[in-house]
C-alpha cells in the first residue's frame, strides 16, 4: 500500500537539539551536499540570530522513539551546526529511517532548494533499489518523486541490466492496489537496434549453453559464444559509465565537460551523453554473438552455414542487427530451436 507523502496531522513544531539528529548518508535523498548553500543558509542564520531569532521553517523529524530520522531540512542542519547553534526548530512525526527517506524523497518537489536532474534521478533510483517500493508501478513512483513516468521507466530498464530480472509492480486503481505482471521483452526484438539505451538484458531462461535467445548452441558454436559474460559486463560497465557522465555533466564543475557532450531531452528531464562512448558501444553491440544460427543458411541447409551467406558471412551465427534484418518467418523458424538439442 503507498504511504501518504505528507504525514497526518500536522503536529505542533518544537525545538530538538541538534545532536540528536541523524545527518549520515543514509537519511539523504539528494546526489550530494551543496557546500555553498550550505555556507549561505548558516551566514543567513547567523544575521538572523542578532536580530532576535530565526525565520526559516522547521525541518522534518520521524522518530522511532530512540533515534531522529530527517525527512526534510538536512541543508538547514548542517547551516546550524556550522552557525553554532544547539537546537532547531522541527516538526517530528512516528516513523522509521524508512519513513523519513521516503518522505525526504518527495520533499522540496515544489518549495525550498529546487532539485538538480541528478537529485531527481536519484530519488527514483532509491524507490527502484528497494524491494518494497520498486513494486509500485512506474506512475506510482513517478508521482511521489515528482518526475516524468518515462524516466522511471528508463532507469527500471537501467537497473534491471545490474539486477537482473524485473520485479513484479503493484498498481494502484481508486482505492486499491493490484498486482501487475512484468512481461520480459520480446527475444526477437529485444536489443536489435544499436543505441545507449544501455538497457539489454538477456531474456529469461538463458543459461550456459543457450545464446542471447535462449537457443541451445551447437557445439562447435561453443567457443564463440563463451566470452557473453564479458560482453554482459561490458554492457554494465557503458550503462554505469553513461550515468556517472551523464552526474558530471549536471554538476557545476561540470560545466567546461558538458559543452563537449550531446543533449537529449525527455520529458522535463536534460541527459547528457558522449559521442564517443555512444559509439564505443554500439560497436561493441554490434559485434556480439546473439543467435547461434543464421536464419537464412538454417533454412536453406539445417545445421550448416554457407561461405558465400551474406548475412552471417560463413559463421552460422549472427549479430542481434543481422538476426533482425532476417525476415519475421526466417526469425520464427530459428526460435522453434530452442526445442531442439545441442548437437
Known sequence: MLTATTPSP?????????????????CQARMAIRPSVVRAYARAMTQQQSEGGLRF?????????SQYWLGDGYHRVLAAREAGLGELLAEIYPGSQRDALLYAISANTDHGLPRTSADKRKAVSLLLSDSEWSQWSDRDIARRCQVGHNLVSKLRRELSVLGGQMRERKVRRGDRVYQMAVRQAD????????????????????????DRLG?????GRLPVFAGAAEFAEARQLFARLAEVLDRIAQQPGGAAYRQQLSRKVQGSNVIFESALVRAAFNELQAA???????????????GSSSPACH????????????FAACPEGHRQAVLRLKERAPQ
Open 311 to 322: 548475412l552471417c558471412q560463413g559463421r552460422g551465427w549472427t549479430t542481434a542487427a543481422a
Open 288 to 302: 556480439e554473438p546473439y543467435c547461434a544460427y543464421c536464419p537464412l543458411c538454417e533454412l536453406a541447409v539445417p
Open 57 to 65: 521553517p522547521a525541518i522534518v523529524l520521524f522518530t522511532d522513539g
Open 10 to 26: 500536522k503536529v505542533p513544531s518544537q525545538m530538538i537539539a541538534l545532536s540528536a539528529i541523524r545527518t549520515e548518508e543514509g
Open 215 to 219: 537457443i541451445a548452441i551447437p557445439a
Open 187 to 210: 527475444p526477437v526484438k529485444e536489443n536489435i537496434t544499436p543505441g545507449v539505451d544501455l538497457a539489454a538484458t538477456p531474456p529469461a531462461g538463458v543459461t550456459p549453453g543457450t
